[in-house]
């Protein structure tokens, strides 16, 4: 089972960027595919972006396809999202999340979530 602690979160303002961090403790991290979700207030669980083991396949939610970028570095057992052109409809809970598959975009297929960081998008 991995272990997930997110971070980056904040408040900021329409147009500008944030950069995510979810640090991973357990063996199977390097061979998992992960993922970043997100919840608004008074809204389901949504996929946001996945990444396969390697790092060289992704897969975006057409909301934020050109303006997020998801990556990772496995030797520091980091996953990352970087969010530009932020939006006040981005504004949510951003949680990362370890998958079976990178294709796997219901929440309801995730293995293990994080505790979820804040980002607030002001107009």
């Known amino acids: 089972q991995v272990q997930l602690v997110e971070s980056g979160g904040g408040l900021v303002q329409a147009g500008g960027s944030l950069r995510l961090s979810c640090a991973a403790s357990g063996r199977t991290f390097r061979s998992s595919a992960m993922g970043w979700f997100r919840q608004a207030p008074g809204k389901e669980r949504e996929f946001v972006t996945t990444?396969?083991?390697?790092?060289?396949?992704?897969r975006y939610a057409d909301s934020v396809k050109g303006r997020f970028t998801i990556s990772r570095d496995n030797a520091k057992n980091t996953v990352y999202l970087q969010m530009n052109s932020l939006r006040p409809e981005d504004t949510a809970v951003y949680y990362c999340?370890?998958?079976?598959?990178?294709?796997?975009?219901?929440?309801?297929?995730?293995?293990?979530w994080g505790q979820g960081t804040q980002v607030t998008v002001s107009s």
């Open positions: 990444i396969n083991w390697s790092g060289g396949t992704t």
């Open positions: 999340a370890s998958l079976s598959s990178y294709s796997d975009s219901d929440p309801s297929r995730a293995r293990s």
